[in-house]
Each structure stands twice: as structure tokens, then as C-alpha cells.
């Protein structure tokens, strides 16, 4: 099972790596969206209340880009194909998907969150572990429902377009919840991480389920 | 014969329904001061709300019976309780805001019950464009089965979500039974009944009109092969 | 008073507007069943042998 899984990551990066695909084009990006709040929002003393709102923004747009390409490649070459008949668990495919999907986009924040400490100048007293915690949870809901999303939009016309359109309103928990354990842990006052933490391992414990047992219908039709 | 019957019957209640509310209800609830008008709201509101909810989980049970069975049948089900449930909570979220402006001074607050019927409303908006993009009946029962269960599944995590945040929406249904006057009850359960009659009636029509578009489709698609 | 007045027209309006839903939903009922019989003639003439 977890050979599967790191079959299908390591199936990703390497076309990833090759091709250069996806990298170049979103660091870009991250730059400019990082750039644009920077013109748009300038640095306040009252900063701290929208920062975390800023920074999830930009990681949510990012990795709305990544997400509708992660299944661009399998469906241009009609790959589903031979990934549904491969002698694969059809729930290992799913999860190497969302493994591949999470690597792309914690190497996104790894680039983003800095980026927008330095840009806004921005130097809290804060809990680190706490912001960490925030982010990977957040991360992985979003990318766990991201990539379930993912894989009905790459068979659809119009499926970049559709895909922010069913994917932002389910997650409004994660958004809400990132948002306000990153404030929590930035020592916004009124901010409590510690709930919206648990909010947040909810989510990603039903959402990680839900689309796992999902996936296996799923992949009859791709 | 049993078409005409269900007819009928929606509309003498839903007629019902309203004159009780614009003839028998009170103007204005006990202990609040409000626009006489916008009370009169509320008997809609409520129905309407009540239906949504009860469209949104006919969609999750019909979805998890496709997945199941594998009988488009049940697609058909999900997709048309899923515009008619698109439709009741449209109407909701307008009375709601109408009724709002009128007793907070504010078209929109964040409150968790609003808030959730919002994203609600984007989902299964979402979900009946999904639909409309894809052409394959197989592959869109799936998607759609999918949709429908993971968004119904979400809808309490939002609301959890949402409710984090101050609640200001009035608790009407409490553990202690209706905080209301009689007429105001008899009025908001007819109500009930009539939007739930007009939702079966709707729901019947629309899978009716759906069974035969998939059979035109089918025929087409034979005459397709023929030629 | 006058509030009362204005509940009577706004039953009446409401009246008027759902009358107006009934009537066309039940027309468009009327086509669907026209529907039905036309694509079932259709069905049944253009069966495989």
C-alpha cells in the first residue's frame, strides 16, 4: 500500500522534474500575488489582523493553479486508464495523488510564507510550532478535497473554471479555520488556535476518509 | 389520476398557507418590534429553509443509492431535488436578508445559520454546473453522486465553523417547544406542510420531465447508430 | 386599520402570483404528458426487428 503511494509520487515528481512543468510558472506567480497585496494592502500597525487572511489567499489561488494541472497530464495521455487497470488499491492512486499534490504545495509555502514575512515586514511574537501546525492541517485539507476535485474537473470542458467553483465553498471550514489558527498563533488577541486546530483535524480526518472511499467510484468513469 | 390528487392539494395548501399568514398570523411577534410587514416573511422563510434541507438530503440518500445500485434512476432524483433545493434556498437567503435589513438594520450578518445556507446555495449551484458540463450519463451520475455527498457531508463542519463566531440568529425551536403564540405555530406548521407538498409536487414533475429527456436521448442515439 | 387593508392586498397579490405559477406549471405539465405519449410512439416505432 505504501509502496503504491510512493510509486505514484515518485510517477509525479519525476515527470515534474522533467518537464519543469508547473514549477517555473507558479514561483512566478506566488511573486507577483505576494507583490500585488504588497501595493494593495501597505504595511499598518494594524497589519497582524489581515495578514493571515493574506497568506492563505495567496497559498489557496496557488494551489488552486496546481491542483487543476495535477490531472492535466493524465488526462491529456489518457493515463486514468492505466491507472484504474494498474494492479493498484484504486484508494493508493488517490493517496499518491494527494501525496504528490501535498509536496507541491508545501514547497509552494515554503516560498510564499517567508516571502510575505519579509515583504510586510512583519515580526510578531509568535508561536512557531502553532503557525506550523496551522499550516500543514490546512494544507492537507485542502488538498485532500482538492484532489478528489481535481480528478472529476481534468474530464469536464470548462473544468479549470469549475473547479474553484465547487472547491472554495467546501472548503470554508479550512479557510475559516487556517485563518484563524494562523491569527491565533501570531498572537492576534481573541484569535484561540487551540480550537480552530481541532476544528481543522476534523475536517481533515472526515475529509481524508470520505474522498478515499470516494475515489474508487471515481476512477470507473475517468 | 394520482398527478391530479398531489396538484390539487399543493395548491389549496400552499393558498391555505397564505391566507393564513397574510389574514390570521399577528402582525408583529410577541417582544418584538419590527416592520408589521416583514413578519409576515418569516412563515415563508421557515418553509422554505425547512424544504432546502429537505431536498439537500433527499440528493445525498439518492447519490449514496446510485453508488450503490448503479441505477440512473437515482441520478435523476438527486439532480432534480438538487435545482429544486437550489431554488428553496434562493428564496430563503432573499426573505432572510429582507427580514434581516427590517429587524437588525443590516442586509447581511455572519451568522453561522446564514452563512451556511450561503455556501449551501454556492454548492449545489456548483453542483448543478458540474452537471450541466459533462455529457456522458455515466460519468455524470458519478461526479454528481460524488458532489452530492461530499457537500452534504461538509455542511455541518461549516456550520461548526461558522457558529465559532457570535450567533445572533433568534432560537425559535427550543428543547422547551415553540416560543410562540398559537396562531403563529398553526400558521408556521401549515406553512411547513404546504412548501413540503409544493417540494413533492416539483420533485415528481421534474423526474418525470427528466425520465423523458433520457429516453429521448437514448433514441436519438439509436436513430444515431442507424443511420 | 390601515395596516389590515394592506395585509388584504398582499394576500391578494400573493393569490394572483400563485395562481399564475399553478396555472403555467400545469400547462408545461399538459406538454410534459404530450411528451411521454409522443416519445413512447417513438419508441415503440422504431424497435430493433
Redesign the interface.
Known amino acids: 500500500m505504501l509502496r503504491d503511494v510512493w510509486t505514484i509520487l515518485r510517477k509525479d515528481w519525476q515527470a515534474e522534474l522533467r518537464t519543469q512543468e508547473m514549477a517555473g510558472s507558479l514561483l512566478v506567480f506566488i511573486l507577483l500575488i505576494a507583490f500585488l497585496f504588497g501595493l494593495t494592502f501597505p504595511a499598518r500597525r494594524d497589519l497582524v489582523y489581515f495578514f493571515p487572511g493574506l497568506v492563505w489567499t495567496a497559498i489557496f489561488f496557488a494551489g488552486m493553479l496546481g491542483l487543476s494541472r495535477s490531472f492535466a497530464g493524465e488526462a491529456r495521455s489518457d493515463c486514468m486508464k492505466g491507472l484504474a487497470l494498474a494492479p493498484l488499491d484504486r484508494g493508493a492512486v488517490f493517496l499518491g495523488k494527494l501525496a504528490s499534490n501535498l509536496l507541491f504545495l508545501v514547497a509552494t509555502e515554503l516560498v510564499a510564507v517567508p516571502l510575505f514575512f519579509a515583504l510586510f515586514d512583519f515580526s510578531p511574537p509568535g508561536h512557531w510550532g502553532t503557525l506550523v501546525a496551522a499550516l500543514a492541517l490546512g494544507t492537507l485539507g485542502f488538498a485532500s478535497v482538492g484532489t478528489l476535485l481535481a480528478a472529476m474537473m481534468a474530464g469536464t470542458k470548462r473544468g479549470e473554471f469549475l473547479l474553484p467553483l465547487a472547491l472554495f465553498p467546501l472548503e470554508m471550514p479550512v479557510a475559516v479555520g487556517a485563518v484563524e489558527a494562523t491569527a491565533g498563533a501570531l498572537g492576534v488577541a481573541g484569535a484561540h488556535a487551540g480550537h480552530w486546530l481541532k476544528l481543522l483535524v476534523a475536517y481533515d480526518l472526515i475529509f481524508l476518509v470520505v474522498p478515499y472511499l470516494l475515489f474508487d467510484y471515481l476512477m470507473e468513469v475517468l | 389520476m394520482r ?1 391530479e390528487w398531489l ?1 390539487w392539494t ?2 389549496l395548501l ?2 391555505a398557507a ?2 393564513l399568514n ?2 390570521y398570523a399577528p ?1 408583529l411577534a410577541p417582544g418584538e418590534q419590527v416592520h ?2 416583514s413578519q ?1 416573511l418569516f412563515y415563508i422563510h421557515v418553509g422554505a429553509a425547512w424544504n432546502a434541507a429537505v431536498a439537500f438530503t433527499v440528493v445525498f440518500v439518492a447519490s449514496i443509492a446510485y ?1 450503490r445500485s448503479r441505477d440512473l434512476k437515482w441520478d435523476l432524483w438527486a439532480a432534480a431535488s438538487a435545482e429544486i433545493g437550489v431554488v428553496f434556498t434562493a428564496v430563503t437567503l432573499l426573505t432572510g436578508t429582507i427580514w434581516a435589513k427590517a429587524a437588525w438594520g443590516v442586509w447581511w450578518t455572519w451568522d453561522p445559520k446564514l ?1 451556511t445556507t450561503l ?1 449551501l446555495w ?2 449545489f ?3 448543478l ?2 452537471r450541466e ?2 455529457t ?1 450519463p ?2 455524470r451520475a ?2 454528481s ?3 452530492g ?3 452534504f ?2 455542511v455541518p ?2 456550520f ?3 457558529r ?1 463566531w457570535s450567533s445572533i440568529h433568534p432560537v425559535v425551536i427550543t428543547g422547551q417547544g415553540f416560543l410562540m403564540p398559537p396562531s403563529m405555530v398553526l400558521t408556521m406548521v401549515t406553512g411547513f406542510v404546504a412548501f413540503t407538498f409544493l417540494y413533492c ?2 420533485l415528481w ?1 421534474r423526474t ?2 427528466a425520465r ?1 429527456e433520457r ?2 436521448s437514448e ?1 436519438r442515439a ?2 444515431r447508430e442507424d443511420i | 386599520m390601515s395596516e389590515h387593508v394592506g395585509m388584504y392586498y398582499l394576500f391578494a397579490g400573493t393569490t394572483v402570483a400563485w395562481i399564475l405559477i399553478f396555472a403555467f406549471t400545469q400547462k408545461m405539465r399538459g406538454n410534459l404528458r404530450r411528451l411521454e405519449e409522443a416519445v413512447r410512439l417513438l419508441q415503440e416505432t422504431s424497435r430493433e426487428p
Open positions: 398527478r396538484a399543493t395548491f400552499v393558498e397564505m391566507a397574510f389574514l402582525n408589521p410587514l409576515h453508488l452563512t455556501i454556492f454548492l449551484v456548483a453542483y454546473l458540474i458540463s459533462v456522458s455515466d460519468t458519478v461526479y453522486a460524488v458532489l455527498i461530499v457537500a457531508l461538509d463542519v461549516v461548526l465553523a461558522a465559532w409536487y416539483w414533475h418525470a420531465l423523458v429516453r429521448l433514441l439509436r436513430r
